[in-house]
């Protein structure tokens, strides 16, 4: 009995927290036109959250891409179709492997940064200093980190897929001696523009998502040390679970 009410407790915190976010993204919502007069804070949180995010986007884009085209090549040898890397390549980066690492690699970086930031913030106390002056701090301030966030998210997956391309082709053409006018005309051919819809689309939604979560986190934070801390390991952790989840619900709706 005591499991099936500790079950139930969690089950009940889990949609009273729901509930709470959705609150939180309404607010949001109504913020966002009103924080367009200010479209220069929006372009200072893209570049916060995605140019300084590039470097290990870049990285792990590389070194996923290179180590895509070592398996794939190592696969499709069994079957004597080495030619079609190149669009196995393509179709793993765009829909899947593209999205998602990204997503998570983004919760990481720019997440934790969007939630310790507000975080301190609620701390020092420079949020209640702006309620005080009749500034919403929600439109002033998390609305434009919020915005940074989901439009850097789908440029950092179509550099993440880019890159990755550019790794299996170095493995699996100069390395591997796959015929490098195969591996590209086949990639053109067998890409289609809904494989690459589905990958923008849940990119888009990652975006969302973990923006949201990280400015929900850092904004609700425990005006402590301690708090600003748990608000940051919830970030990633809640982060990296929703993506994954989301990512199932929208594999399987593309399908």
Avoid: H
């Amino acid at each position: 009995m005591s499991v099936i009410k500790e079950l139930w407790g969690n089950f009940i915190d889990a949609l009273e927290g729901l509930g709470a976010i959705s609150r939180f993204f309404v607010r949001m919502l109504v913020a966002t036109p009103g924080a367009f007069l200010r479209f220069d804070l929006i372009v200072q949180q893209i570049f916060n959250s995605g140019a300084l995010s590039l470097v290990i986007i870049m990285l792990a884009g590389l070194f996923v891409g290179m180590v895509l085209g070592l398996q794939g090549f190592t696969l499709l040898q069994r079957f004597g179709s080495e030619e079609s890397l190149g669009i196995a390549a393509a179709i793993g980066l765009l829909k899947e492997l593209g999205p998602v690492i990204t997503a998570l690699l983004f919760a990481g970086r720019a997440g934790t940064a969007l939630a310790s930031e507000l975080g301190l913030m609620r701390a020092t106390d420079q949020l209640s200093a702006m309620e005080m002056m009749a500034v919403d701090p929600i439109k002033r301030v998390v609305v434009p980190r919020f915005l940074g966030g989901v439009i850097a998210m789908p440029l950092l997956a179509g550099i993440f897929s880019m890159i990755g391309l550019y790794g299996a082709q170095l493995i699996g053409v100069q390395i591997m001696g796959v015929d490098a006018g195969s591996f590209w005309s086949q990639m053109r051919a067998g890409v289609s523009f809904t494989d690459i819809n589905e990958g923008l689309v849940k990119s888009l939604i990652f975006g969302i998502a973990c923006s949201l979560i990280a400015v929900y986190e850092g904004y609700y934070a425990v005006p402590t040390a301690a708090g600003v801390g748990r608000a940051t390991t919830r970030t990633v952790v809640t982060s990296a679970v929703v993506i994954l989840f989301f990512d199932y619900l929208l594999t399987a709706a593309f399908l």
